[in-house]
Nanobody
Framework: VQLQASGGGLVQAGGSLRLSCTAS????????VGWYRQAPGKQRELVAT???????NYADSVKGRFTISRDNVKNTVYLQMNSLKSEDTAVYYC?????????WGQGTQVTVSS
């Protein structure tokens, strides 16, 4: 599975960004897709996941601000990020769990200026 992430950039605190992750396989065949992030000097952490059945899961730090969704026609998973904070600054990675194997896309940088 190849994953192409896009949508990162520089935004002011309180602003919004939408990340996209397009998969090389049909989304319905993928167990779960998620977004993770890694800030400088920190470990990679879960941001949000969405299952093939549409069940979502969020890190406490982003609940109420971020929304993960999927478009099975476009084979794309989105991460809508609102009310961004400086602590959301990180490289964001998309991940797919397919046939018991974890696949990673390239990261996309999100920088939130205060």
């Amino acid at each position: 599975v190849q994953l192409q992430a896009s949508g990162g950039g520089l935004v002011q605190a309180g602003g919004s960004l939408r990340l996209s992750c397009t998969a090389s396989r049909r989304l319905f065949s993928i167990n779960a897709v998620g977004w993770y992030r890694q800030a400088p000097g920190k470990q990679r952490e879960l941001v949000a996941t969405i299952s093939s059945g549409g069940r979502t899961n969020y890190a406490d730090s982003v609940k109420g601000r971020f929304t993960i969704s999927r478009d099975n026609v476009k084979n794309t998973v989105y991460l809508q990020m609102n009310s961004l904070k400086s602590e959301d600054t990180a490289v964001y990675y998309c991940n797919a769990d397919y046939m018991g194997v974890s696949y990673w896309g390239q990261g996309t940088q999100v920088t939130v200026s205060s």
